[in-house]
Protein backbone atom coordinates (compact mmCIF):
# COMPACT_ATOMS: atom_id res chain seq x y z
CA UNK A 1 0.00 0.00 0.00
CA UNK A 2 1.55 3.49 -1.30
CA UNK A 3 0.49 6.62 0.05
CA UNK A 4 1.38 10.04 -1.00
CA UNK A 5 1.80 13.31 -0.23
CA UNK A 6 0.11 15.97 -1.95
CA UNK A 7 1.02 19.54 -1.37
CA UNK A 8 0.39 22.67 -3.71
CA UNK A 9 -1.76 25.11 -2.16
CA UNK A 10 -2.73 28.09 -4.36
CA UNK A 11 0.09 26.44 -6.97
CA UNK A 12 -1.47 27.81 -10.30
CA UNK A 13 -2.20 25.13 -13.35
CA UNK A 14 -1.07 25.22 -16.10
CA UNK A 15 0.25 24.35 -19.35
CA UNK A 16 -1.01 22.01 -22.32
CA UNK A 17 -1.87 18.21 -21.25
CA UNK A 18 -3.22 15.24 -22.91
CA UNK A 19 -4.83 12.87 -20.32
CA UNK A 20 -4.57 9.14 -20.42
CA UNK A 21 -7.38 6.76 -23.15
CA UNK A 22 -11.08 6.28 -21.84
CA UNK A 23 -11.49 3.84 -19.62
CA UNK A 24 -15.16 2.38 -20.98
CA UNK A 25 -13.99 2.95 -24.52
CA UNK A 26 -10.39 1.07 -23.92
CA UNK A 27 -12.56 -1.73 -22.21
CA UNK A 28 -15.25 -2.42 -24.74
CA UNK A 29 -12.51 -1.97 -27.71
CA UNK A 30 -10.48 -4.96 -26.43
CA UNK A 31 -14.01 -7.13 -26.25
CA UNK A 32 -15.39 -6.47 -29.44
CA UNK A 33 -11.84 -5.99 -30.96
CA UNK A 34 -11.73 -10.23 -29.36
CA UNK A 35 -14.80 -11.17 -30.61
CA UNK A 36 -14.35 -9.51 -34.29
CA UNK A 37 -13.00 -11.16 -37.50
CA UNK A 38 -9.41 -9.97 -38.19
CA UNK A 39 -7.24 -7.54 -37.09
CA UNK A 40 -8.14 -4.26 -34.84
CA UNK A 41 -5.48 -1.56 -34.07
CA UNK A 42 -6.22 0.24 -31.04
CA UNK A 43 -4.64 4.07 -30.73
CA UNK A 44 -4.46 5.58 -27.10
CA UNK A 45 -5.69 2.24 -24.90
CA UNK A 46 -5.72 3.27 -21.44
CA UNK A 47 -3.19 1.04 -19.93
CA UNK A 48 -4.55 1.27 -16.41
CA UNK A 49 -5.00 -1.31 -14.30
CA UNK A 50 -9.19 -1.97 -15.28
CA UNK A 51 -8.30 -2.18 -18.63
CA UNK A 52 -4.95 -4.62 -18.46
CA UNK A 53 -7.10 -7.01 -16.77
CA UNK A 54 -9.51 -6.75 -19.50
CA UNK A 55 -6.90 -7.75 -21.61
CA UNK A 56 -5.24 -10.51 -19.55
CA UNK A 57 -8.52 -11.93 -19.41
CA UNK A 58 -9.36 -12.06 -23.34
CA UNK A 59 -5.86 -13.24 -23.76
CA UNK A 60 -6.86 -16.24 -21.19
CA UNK A 61 -9.85 -16.79 -23.43
CA UNK A 62 -7.78 -17.40 -26.46
CA UNK A 63 -7.28 -14.28 -28.01
CA UNK A 64 -3.69 -13.06 -29.32
CA UNK A 65 -3.45 -9.38 -28.15
CA UNK A 66 0.02 -7.77 -28.59
CA UNK A 67 1.58 -4.09 -28.29
CA UNK A 68 2.91 -2.58 -30.97
CA UNK A 69 4.33 0.65 -30.29
CA UNK A 70 1.91 2.87 -28.73
CA UNK A 71 -0.86 0.76 -30.26
CA UNK A 72 -2.71 -2.67 -29.52
CA UNK A 73 -2.96 -5.48 -31.85
CA UNK A 74 -5.83 -7.96 -31.41
CA UNK A 75 -6.32 -10.41 -33.91
CA UNK A 76 -9.90 -11.69 -33.41
CA UNK A 77 -11.38 -14.81 -34.58
CA UNK A 78 -14.55 -13.96 -34.43
CA UNK A 79 -16.78 -14.56 -31.32
CA UNK A 80 -16.71 -19.09 -31.95
CA UNK A 81 -12.97 -18.03 -31.56
CA UNK A 82 -13.11 -17.65 -27.58
CA UNK A 83 -11.76 -20.75 -25.97
CA UNK A 84 -12.31 -22.07 -22.20
CA UNK A 85 -10.28 -20.71 -20.06
CA UNK A 86 -8.05 -22.91 -18.05
CA UNK A 87 -8.02 -20.75 -14.41
CA UNK A 88 -10.53 -18.05 -13.09
CA UNK A 89 -10.61 -14.96 -15.21
CA UNK A 90 -9.13 -12.07 -12.78
CA UNK A 91 -10.93 -8.10 -13.32
CA UNK A 92 -8.98 -6.96 -10.47
CA UNK A 93 -11.04 -3.91 -9.48
CA UNK A 94 -13.45 -3.85 -12.46
CA UNK A 95 -16.81 -3.57 -12.50
CA UNK A 96 -16.87 -2.64 -16.43
CA UNK A 97 -14.64 -6.15 -16.64
CA UNK A 98 -16.71 -8.41 -14.80
CA UNK A 99 -20.30 -7.08 -16.03
CA UNK A 100 -19.56 -7.49 -19.50
CA UNK A 101 -17.26 -10.34 -19.44
CA UNK A 102 -20.46 -12.07 -17.79
CA UNK A 103 -22.85 -10.56 -20.73
CA UNK A 104 -20.24 -11.72 -23.21
CA UNK A 105 -19.35 -15.46 -21.89
CA UNK A 106 -23.12 -16.15 -20.81
CA UNK A 107 -23.64 -17.36 -24.47
CA UNK A 108 -20.23 -19.10 -25.10
CA UNK A 109 -20.49 -23.11 -24.78
CA UNK A 110 -17.92 -23.26 -22.09
CA UNK A 111 -17.58 -22.50 -18.25
CA UNK A 112 -15.92 -19.67 -16.92
CA UNK A 113 -15.36 -18.23 -13.46
CA UNK A 114 -14.90 -14.51 -12.81
CA UNK A 115 -12.99 -13.32 -9.67
CA UNK A 116 -12.19 -10.22 -8.70
CA UNK A 117 -10.29 -7.67 -5.58
CA UNK A 118 -12.01 -7.17 -1.92
CA UNK A 119 -14.00 -4.32 -3.20
CA UNK A 120 -15.46 -6.37 -6.37
CA UNK A 121 -16.79 -9.14 -4.20
CA UNK A 122 -19.03 -6.86 -2.50
CA UNK A 123 -20.45 -4.87 -5.65
CA UNK A 124 -23.79 -6.08 -6.71
CA UNK A 125 -23.95 -8.36 -10.02
CA UNK A 126 -27.56 -10.01 -9.66
CA UNK A 127 -28.09 -6.83 -11.65
CA UNK A 128 -26.70 -8.27 -15.10
CA UNK A 129 -27.19 -11.98 -13.72
CA UNK A 130 -31.29 -11.50 -13.46
CA UNK A 131 -31.98 -9.77 -17.04
CA UNK A 132 -29.11 -13.22 -18.68
CA UNK A 133 -30.90 -15.34 -16.69
CA UNK A 134 -34.56 -14.34 -18.15
CA UNK A 135 -32.66 -14.98 -22.00
CA UNK A 136 -31.58 -18.49 -20.13
CA UNK A 137 -28.01 -18.09 -19.02
CA UNK A 138 -26.60 -20.68 -16.20
CA UNK A 139 -25.11 -18.28 -13.95
CA UNK A 140 -24.18 -18.70 -10.08
CA UNK A 141 -22.89 -16.57 -7.46
CA UNK A 142 -22.05 -15.68 -3.80
CA UNK A 143 -25.11 -14.69 -1.73
CA UNK A 144 -28.19 -16.48 -3.96
CA UNK A 145 -26.35 -14.90 -7.07
CA UNK A 146 -25.46 -11.19 -6.19
CA UNK A 147 -21.84 -11.55 -5.51
CA UNK A 148 -18.62 -12.54 -7.06
CA UNK A 149 -17.21 -14.98 -7.51
CA UNK A 150 -19.17 -15.63 -10.50
CA UNK A 151 -19.30 -19.49 -12.25
CA UNK A 152 -20.71 -18.89 -15.86
CA UNK A 153 -22.23 -21.90 -17.33
CA UNK A 154 -22.39 -20.69 -21.19
CA UNK A 155 -25.12 -22.17 -22.98
CA UNK A 156 -27.86 -20.88 -26.16
CA UNK A 157 -29.52 -17.81 -24.84
CA UNK A 158 -32.93 -16.43 -26.00
CA UNK A 159 -34.22 -13.21 -26.98
CA UNK A 160 -35.76 -10.91 -23.97
CA UNK A 161 -37.01 -7.79 -23.30
CA UNK A 162 -35.67 -6.45 -20.06
CA UNK A 163 -36.80 -2.64 -18.05
CA UNK A 164 -33.67 -2.21 -16.16
CA UNK A 165 -34.18 -0.82 -12.65
CA UNK A 166 -31.43 1.26 -13.04
CA UNK A 167 -29.67 3.73 -15.26
CA UNK A 168 -26.27 1.62 -15.87
CA UNK A 169 -24.33 1.19 -19.13
CA UNK A 170 -22.70 -2.10 -17.54
CA UNK A 171 -26.28 -3.73 -17.33
CA UNK A 172 -27.49 -2.64 -21.06
CA UNK A 173 -24.05 -3.44 -22.13
CA UNK A 174 -23.64 -7.31 -20.59
CA UNK A 175 -27.45 -7.04 -22.10
CA UNK A 176 -26.58 -6.04 -25.52
CA UNK A 177 -23.27 -8.86 -25.49
CA UNK A 178 -25.58 -11.61 -25.14
CA UNK A 179 -27.85 -10.10 -27.55
CA UNK A 180 -25.13 -9.81 -29.88
CA UNK A 181 -24.83 -13.77 -29.79
CA UNK A 182 -28.43 -14.73 -29.38
CA UNK A 183 -30.98 -15.51 -32.19
CA UNK A 184 -33.73 -13.30 -32.12
CA UNK A 185 -34.35 -10.28 -30.71
CA UNK A 186 -33.32 -8.54 -27.63
CA UNK A 187 -34.61 -5.27 -26.16
CA UNK A 188 -33.15 -3.21 -23.04
CA UNK A 189 -34.84 -0.35 -21.25
CA UNK A 190 -32.98 1.92 -19.05
CA UNK A 191 -34.88 4.95 -16.58
CA UNK A 192 -32.03 7.99 -18.24
CA UNK A 193 -29.57 7.08 -20.86
CA UNK A 194 -26.37 5.73 -19.73
CA UNK A 195 -23.22 5.89 -21.13
CA UNK A 196 -23.61 4.44 -25.22
CA UNK A 197 -19.99 3.75 -26.26
CA UNK A 198 -21.21 -0.13 -26.68
CA UNK A 199 -23.54 1.07 -29.09
CA UNK A 200 -21.50 3.20 -30.92
CA UNK A 201 -18.46 0.99 -30.47
CA UNK A 202 -21.05 -2.31 -32.20
CA UNK A 203 -21.79 -0.13 -35.26
CA UNK A 204 -17.66 0.99 -35.42
CA UNK A 205 -17.31 -3.06 -35.60
CA UNK A 206 -19.87 -3.10 -38.23
CA UNK A 207 -22.80 -4.16 -36.46
CA UNK A 208 -26.56 -3.00 -35.46
CA UNK A 209 -27.90 -1.81 -32.65
CA UNK A 210 -31.20 0.45 -32.92
CA UNK A 211 -31.47 2.92 -29.59
CA UNK A 212 -34.81 5.64 -29.44
CA UNK A 213 -35.15 7.37 -26.92
CA UNK A 214 -33.46 4.93 -23.76
CA UNK A 215 -34.92 1.58 -25.74
CA UNK A 216 -32.25 -0.34 -27.52
CA UNK A 217 -32.59 -3.14 -29.88
CA UNK A 218 -29.99 -5.56 -30.87
CA UNK A 219 -30.84 -8.77 -33.21
CA UNK A 220 -28.40 -11.63 -33.46
CA UNK A 221 -26.60 -13.42 -34.32
CA UNK A 222 -24.29 -11.00 -35.45
CA UNK A 223 -20.50 -10.92 -36.97
CA UNK A 224 -18.36 -8.30 -36.27
CA UNK A 225 -15.42 -7.34 -38.61
CA UNK A 226 -12.06 -5.86 -36.68
CA UNK A 227 -11.29 -1.88 -37.11
CA UNK A 228 -9.41 0.65 -36.16
CA UNK A 229 -10.20 2.89 -33.01
CA UNK A 230 -9.16 5.90 -31.51
CA UNK A 231 -9.53 6.09 -27.61
CA UNK A 232 -9.99 9.73 -26.88
CA UNK A 233 -8.85 11.21 -23.85
CA UNK A 234 -10.83 10.27 -20.34
CA UNK A 235 -12.93 12.95 -19.45
CA UNK A 236 -13.58 11.65 -15.90
CA UNK A 237 -10.06 11.36 -15.55
CA UNK A 238 -9.59 15.26 -17.33
CA UNK A 239 -12.42 16.49 -14.85
CA UNK A 240 -9.78 16.14 -11.97
CA UNK A 241 -7.43 18.44 -14.03
CA UNK A 242 -10.70 20.30 -15.25
CA UNK A 243 -11.33 21.31 -11.45
CA UNK A 244 -7.54 21.81 -10.20
CA UNK A 245 -7.86 24.80 -12.94
CA UNK A 246 -11.01 25.97 -11.57
CA UNK A 247 -10.56 26.35 -8.62
CA UNK A 248 -6.72 27.73 -8.24
CA UNK A 249 -6.32 31.48 -8.25
CA UNK A 250 -4.57 32.19 -12.18
CA UNK A 251 -4.60 28.82 -13.57
CA UNK A 252 -5.10 28.31 -17.53
CA UNK A 253 -4.98 25.01 -18.38
CA UNK A 254 -5.36 23.22 -21.97
CA UNK A 255 -6.58 19.57 -22.19
CA UNK A 256 -6.33 18.24 -25.97
CA UNK A 257 -8.48 14.92 -27.34
CA UNK A 258 -10.82 14.84 -24.80
CA UNK A 259 -14.20 12.81 -25.18
CA UNK A 260 -17.17 14.92 -25.21
CA UNK A 261 -19.98 12.17 -26.01
CA UNK A 262 -23.28 13.28 -24.97
CA UNK A 263 -23.67 11.01 -22.12
CA UNK A 264 -20.37 11.44 -20.74
CA UNK A 265 -20.73 15.70 -20.57
CA UNK A 266 -22.84 15.97 -17.38
CA UNK A 267 -19.91 17.27 -15.53
CA UNK A 268 -19.21 20.08 -18.43
CA UNK A 269 -23.31 21.21 -18.39
CA UNK A 270 -23.15 21.40 -14.72
CA UNK A 271 -20.42 23.36 -14.43
CA UNK A 272 -21.34 25.61 -16.68
CA UNK A 273 -24.21 26.87 -14.42
CA UNK A 274 -21.68 26.78 -11.83
CA UNK A 275 -20.25 29.90 -14.04
CA UNK A 276 -17.27 27.83 -14.91
CA UNK A 277 -14.77 29.07 -17.81
CA UNK A 278 -14.89 26.36 -19.99
CA UNK A 279 -14.26 26.51 -23.59
CA UNK A 280 -14.28 23.35 -26.32
CA UNK A 281 -11.88 24.14 -29.18
CA UNK A 282 -10.79 21.95 -32.02
CA UNK A 283 -14.62 20.14 -32.09
CA UNK A 284 -14.35 16.65 -34.26
CA UNK A 285 -15.64 13.14 -34.60
CA UNK A 286 -13.53 10.07 -34.44
CA UNK A 287 -14.88 6.40 -34.85
CA UNK A 288 -18.37 7.83 -34.31
CA UNK A 289 -17.21 9.74 -30.82
CA UNK A 290 -17.18 12.91 -30.45
CA UNK A 291 -14.05 14.76 -28.94
CA UNK A 292 -12.35 18.21 -28.49
CA UNK A 293 -9.96 20.35 -26.97
CA UNK A 294 -11.10 21.70 -23.58
CA UNK A 295 -9.54 25.00 -22.44
CA UNK A 296 -9.86 25.67 -18.58
CA UNK A 297 -9.49 28.90 -16.71
CA UNK A 298 -9.35 29.51 -12.94
CA UNK A 299 -13.50 30.57 -11.93
CA UNK A 300 -15.74 31.87 -9.24
CA UNK A 301 -18.15 29.49 -8.64
CA UNK A 302 -22.01 29.06 -7.51
CA UNK A 303 -23.54 26.03 -5.58
CA UNK A 304 -26.03 24.25 -7.56
CA UNK A 305 -28.49 21.24 -7.27
CA UNK A 306 -27.20 18.20 -9.57
CA UNK A 307 -30.49 15.63 -9.68
CA UNK A 308 -32.50 14.05 -12.22
CA UNK A 309 -31.24 12.77 -16.00
CA UNK A 310 -27.93 14.26 -15.43
CA UNK A 311 -26.46 11.62 -12.72
CA UNK A 312 -25.86 8.85 -15.47
CA UNK A 313 -23.89 11.58 -17.39
CA UNK A 314 -21.86 12.57 -14.50
CA UNK A 315 -21.78 9.74 -12.09
CA UNK A 316 -18.14 8.98 -12.05
CA UNK A 317 -17.19 12.49 -11.27
CA UNK A 318 -19.59 13.43 -8.59
CA UNK A 319 -16.40 12.70 -6.04
CA UNK A 320 -14.86 15.94 -7.61
CA UNK A 321 -17.87 17.95 -8.01
CA UNK A 322 -18.01 17.97 -4.38
CA UNK A 323 -14.38 18.96 -3.97
CA UNK A 324 -15.38 21.63 -6.06
CA UNK A 325 -18.43 22.22 -4.39
CA UNK A 326 -16.42 23.36 -1.05
CA UNK A 327 -15.04 26.01 -3.31
CA UNK A 328 -18.33 27.56 -4.62
CA UNK A 329 -20.36 30.22 -3.29
CA UNK A 330 -23.62 28.86 -1.31
CA UNK A 331 -25.24 25.52 -1.49
CA UNK A 332 -24.66 22.75 -3.75
CA UNK A 333 -26.90 19.19 -3.43
CA UNK A 334 -26.41 16.08 -5.18
CA UNK A 335 -29.59 13.88 -4.93
CA UNK A 336 -30.83 10.66 -7.03
CA UNK A 337 -27.00 9.73 -6.59
CA UNK A 338 -27.60 6.05 -4.66
CA UNK A 339 -25.67 4.17 -7.53
CA UNK A 340 -22.52 6.08 -5.63
CA UNK A 341 -22.80 3.21 -2.69
CA UNK A 342 -22.35 0.25 -4.80
CA UNK A 343 -18.83 1.61 -6.73
CA UNK A 344 -15.36 0.74 -5.80
CA UNK A 345 -16.46 2.44 -2.18
CA UNK A 346 -19.64 3.71 -0.77
CA UNK A 347 -18.52 6.96 -2.75
CA UNK A 348 -21.19 9.26 -0.37
CA UNK A 349 -19.48 7.66 2.78
CA UNK A 350 -15.67 8.11 1.64
CA UNK A 351 -16.35 11.88 -0.02
CA UNK A 352 -18.30 12.78 2.97
CA UNK A 353 -15.99 11.79 5.45
CA UNK A 354 -12.65 11.93 3.79
CA UNK A 355 -13.74 16.27 2.80
CA UNK A 356 -14.90 16.48 6.39
CA UNK A 357 -11.60 15.67 7.47
CA UNK A 358 -10.24 18.53 5.59
CA UNK A 359 -12.20 20.66 6.85
CA UNK A 360 -15.80 20.91 4.65
CA UNK A 361 -19.32 21.51 5.37
CA UNK A 362 -20.03 18.32 4.14
CA UNK A 363 -22.91 16.01 4.74
CA UNK A 364 -24.49 12.88 3.84
CA UNK A 365 -27.72 12.52 2.93
CA UNK A 366 -30.00 8.95 1.86
CA UNK A 367 -29.39 9.62 -2.03
CA UNK A 368 -25.86 11.98 -2.43
CA UNK A 369 -24.57 14.63 0.03
CA UNK A 370 -25.14 18.19 1.03
CA UNK A 371 -22.00 20.67 1.17
CA UNK A 372 -22.13 24.16 1.98
CA UNK A 373 -19.14 26.25 -0.21
CA UNK A 374 -16.44 28.39 1.89
CA UNK A 375 -14.90 30.14 -0.51
CA UNK A 376 -12.01 31.64 0.21
CA UNK A 377 -11.44 29.45 3.30
CA UNK A 378 -8.36 27.15 2.86
CA UNK A 379 -9.10 23.47 3.52
CA UNK A 380 -7.11 21.79 6.25
CA UNK A 381 -4.00 19.23 5.98
CA UNK A 382 -3.55 15.61 7.31
CA UNK A 383 -4.45 11.83 6.90
CA UNK A 384 -6.90 10.91 4.33
CA UNK A 385 -7.36 7.89 2.40
CA UNK A 386 -9.11 6.45 -0.60
CA UNK A 387 -9.78 3.29 0.73
CA UNK A 388 -8.58 1.51 -2.31
CA UNK A 389 -10.98 3.80 -4.57
CA UNK A 390 -8.80 5.57 -7.20
CA UNK A 391 -11.76 8.73 -7.91
CA UNK A 392 -11.37 9.15 -4.14
CA UNK A 393 -7.32 9.28 -4.02
CA UNK A 394 -7.53 11.41 -6.84
CA UNK A 395 -10.00 13.70 -5.60
CA UNK A 396 -8.29 14.10 -2.40
CA UNK A 397 -4.81 14.90 -4.54
CA UNK A 398 -6.82 17.96 -5.80
CA UNK A 399 -8.09 18.84 -2.95
CA UNK A 400 -4.16 20.02 -1.96
CA UNK A 401 -4.70 23.11 -4.27
CA UNK A 402 -6.73 24.48 -2.04
CA UNK A 403 -5.47 23.09 1.43
CA UNK A 404 -2.87 24.98 3.45
CA UNK A 405 -1.17 22.08 4.80
CA UNK A 406 -0.15 18.83 3.50
CA UNK A 407 -2.36 16.45 2.43
CA UNK A 408 -1.07 12.19 3.32
CA UNK A 409 -3.15 10.31 0.70
CA UNK A 410 -3.20 6.34 2.22
CA UNK A 411 -3.85 4.05 -0.93
CA UNK A 412 -2.47 6.59 -3.93
CA UNK A 413 -1.68 2.61 -5.89
CA UNK A 414 -5.60 2.88 -6.84
CA UNK A 415 -5.47 5.58 -9.00
CA UNK A 416 -3.19 3.53 -11.10
CA UNK A 417 -7.02 1.64 -12.04
CA UNK A 418 -8.13 4.69 -14.15
CA UNK A 419 -4.90 6.97 -14.23
CA UNK A 420 -1.43 5.11 -13.88
CA UNK A 421 0.15 8.89 -14.70
CA UNK A 422 -1.77 11.30 -12.72
CA UNK A 423 1.07 12.00 -10.14
CA UNK A 424 3.56 12.79 -12.88
CA UNK A 425 1.02 15.07 -15.09
CA UNK A 426 0.20 16.79 -12.24
CA UNK A 427 3.22 18.05 -11.03
CA UNK A 428 4.12 18.82 -14.63
CA UNK A 429 1.20 21.53 -14.74
CA UNK A 430 2.04 23.04 -10.88
O1 LIG B 1 -19.96 1.02 -18.68
C1 LIG B 1 -18.99 1.61 -18.22
O2 LIG B 1 -17.88 1.66 -18.80
C2 LIG B 1 -19.16 2.30 -16.92
C3 LIG B 1 -20.41 2.56 -16.44
C4 LIG B 1 -20.69 3.22 -15.16
O3 LIG B 1 -21.12 2.26 -14.24
P1 LIG B 1 -22.64 1.72 -14.15
O4 LIG B 1 -22.95 0.98 -15.38
O5 LIG B 1 -22.64 0.83 -12.95
O6 LIG B 1 -23.49 2.92 -13.97
C5 LIG B 1 -19.47 3.94 -14.60
O7 LIG B 1 -19.67 4.28 -13.26
C6 LIG B 1 -18.23 3.09 -14.75
O8 LIG B 1 -17.10 3.81 -14.30
C7 LIG B 1 -17.96 2.72 -16.18
C1 LIG C 1 -17.18 2.96 -11.11
C2 LIG C 1 -16.06 2.89 -11.82
O1 LIG C 1 -15.63 1.81 -12.54
P1 LIG C 1 -16.12 0.28 -12.54
O2 LIG C 1 -17.57 0.26 -12.24
O3 LIG C 1 -15.75 -0.23 -13.89
O4 LIG C 1 -15.30 -0.42 -11.46
C3 LIG C 1 -15.21 4.10 -11.97
O5 LIG C 1 -14.26 4.04 -12.76
O6 LIG C 1 -15.42 5.13 -11.29
Same mark, same amino acid.
Do not use: W
Given at each position: ?21 ? %?????? $? ?138 ? $? ?33 ? &? ?131 ? &???? %? ?34 ? %? ?18 ? $? ?33
Amino acid at each position: MTNTIFHGFKKKIQGKIKVPGD %KSISHR $AVLLGAIAEGETTVDGFLMGDDCLHTMKCMRQLGVRIEKSGESLIIIGNGIDGLSEPVDVLDVGNSGTAMRLMIGLLAARPFYSVLVGDASIHQRPMDRVVLPLKQMGADIYGRSNNRLAPITVNGSKLHGTEYHSPVSS $AQVKSAILLAGLQTEGTTVVREPELSRDHTERMIR &AFGGSVLTEGTVHTITGPQKLTGTHIKVPGDISSAAFFIAAALITPDSHLIIEDVGINPTRTGILDILNSMGADISLENQRIVNDEPVSDLVVRSSSLQGTEIGGDVIPRLIDEIPILALIATQAEGQTVIKD &AAEL %KVKETNRIVTVVSQLRKLGADIEETEDGMIINGQPG %KPLKGGDVNSFGDHRIGMML $AIASQVANEPINVERTDSIAVSFPTFNELLESVR
